[in-house]
Nanobody, 121 residues
C-alpha cells in the first residue's frame, strides 16, 4: 500500500514557476513509477509527466517547461513547473504504480488527493 500527498500548488501569474511535491509512504517507494496528471474543470485527466525505471516521459503540452525528479531518500517526487500559462490551470495529482512509467492514468494504482494550480493572465 502506498499513500500519496501532494503539496505546493497555489495562485501564480503567467510566466511564474512552481514546484509541486508528492510525498509517499512506504519503504519500497523507489520501486514505484510515479506520474503527475492534471484535470481542469470540464476536461479529461491529462498526462503531465512520469518517472520510473523505464525512464522519464512528458506530455507534449509541458515538454521543455516542466521537469520531474525524485528523491528516494525522502520518498518524494517533484514537478518543477516553469513558464506557467493560464492553460496550465488545473488540479494536479500524483499517482504511483509498481509497473512501468507510462502516460495512461489507468495503469496507476495509487492516487493522491490533488493540489490546485491556478495561473492568472
Amino acid at each position: 500500500q502506498v499513500q500519496l500527498v501532494e503539496s505546493g500548488g497555489g495562485l501564480v501569474q503567467t510566466g511564474d514557476s512552481l514546484r509541486l511535491s508528492c510525498a509517499a509512504s512506504g519503504r519500497t517507494f523507489s520501486n514505484y513509477a510515479v506520474g503527475w496528471f492534471r484535470q481542469a474543470p470540464g476536461k479529461e485527466r491529462e498526462f503531465v509527466a512520469t518517472i520510473g525505471w523505464t525512464g522519464i516521459y512528458y506530455g507534449d503540452s509541458v515538454k521543455g517547461r516542466f521537469t520531474i525528479s525524485r528523491d528516494n531518500a525522502k520518498n518524494t517526487v517533484y514537478l518543477h513547473m516553469n513558464s506557467l500559462k493560464p492553460a496550465d490551470t488545473a488540479l494536479y495529482y500524483c499517482a504511483a504504480t509498481i509497473g512501468s512509467a507510462v502516460p495512461d492514468p489507468k495503469r496507476y494504482e495509487y492516487w493522491g488527493q490533488g493540489t490546485q494550480v491556478t495561473v492568472s493572465s
